[in-house]
Nanobody
């Protein structure tokens, strides 16, 4: 059974940091692309960052220089280190994966294909207070 389970969300003050984790099971982890996406209340889901099977990364402009995506192939865990958090980063953060190597990166820049990603986690909530 393919499964993605996010953790690490919480409440933090502006300027603080959080690290999100996404534990993957049941998929050929090392050959999939993976990414982080978020949905704020009343807004559409949007791409945050992605990483493909050879660790090429892509970031949304609004997180460049603040967030870092990485993965541990040995542990099958995807991470999102979030620094200098802002109140506008408040959202539910989702982990997603796809066997098509370029899909996650494409979804970062083209939200119309975001829902085509094959596998999604349940999300973890991040709240940033001012």
């Amino acid at each position: 059974q393919v499964q993605l389970v996010e953790s690490g969300g919480g409440s933090v003050q502006a300027g603080g940091s959080l690290r999100l984790s996404c534990a993957a099971s049941g998929l050929a982890y090392s050959t999939y692309c993976m990414g982080w996406f978020r949905q704020a209340p009343g807004k559409e889901r949007e791409g945050v960052a992605s990483i493909d099977y050879i660790a090429r990364t892509r970031y949304a402009d609004f997180v460049k220089g603040r967030f870092t995506i990485s993965k541990d192939n040995a542990k099958n865990i995807l991470y999102l280190q979030m620094n200098t958090l802002k109140p506008e980063d408040t959202a539910m953060y989702y982990c997603a994966a796809d066997h098509r190597w370029n899909m996650c990166g494409s979804a970062i820049v083209d939200p119309t294909i975001l829902n085509a990603l094959a596998i999604w986690g349940q999300g973890t909530l991040v709240t940033v207070s001012s």
